[in-house]
Nanobody, 115 residues
Framework: QVQLVESGGALVQAGGSLSLSCVAS????????MTWHRQAPGKQREFVAS???????GYAETVKGRFTISRDNAKNTVFLQMSSLKADDTAVYYC?????????WGQGTQVTVFS
């Protein structure tokens, strides 16, 4: 059974930093593309960042230069380092694993940025 468990969400002041983690189990982690998405209240879920099995990364324009995605295959973990946080970054952040047509989602972790 595949499980993705996010952690690290918190209440943080604007301009601050936060690091999210997502631990995967039940899959061969190293071959999966891992992505972070977020969903703000009243809005659709949106892509934030991705990292391929080969380590190639991609970012939404809204977070480029502020967020960094990375992975540790030995620990089955993907990270999202967030800095220069803004109120607009407030959302539930979800981890997703993707391999071909297979997709799994985590339950999400809340990030709230206050001014």
């Amino acid at each position: 059974q595949v499980q993705l468990v996010e952690s690290g969400g918190a209440l943080v002041q604007a301009g601050g930093s936060l690091s999210l983690s997502c631990v995967a189990s039940g899959l061969t982690f190293s071959i999966w593309t891992m992505t972070w998405h977020r969903q703000a209240p009243g809005k659709q879920r949106e892509f934030v960042a991705s990292i391929s099995s080969g380590g190639n990364t991609g970012y939404a324009e809204t977070v480029k230069g502020r967020f960094t995605i990375s992975r540790d295959n030995a620990k089955n973990t993907v990270f999202l380092q967030m800095s220069s946080l803004k109120a607009d970054d407030t959302a539930v952040y979800y981890c997703r694993a993707n391999f071909g047509p297979q997709i799994y989602w985590g339950q999400g972790t809340q990030v709230t940025v206050f001014s």
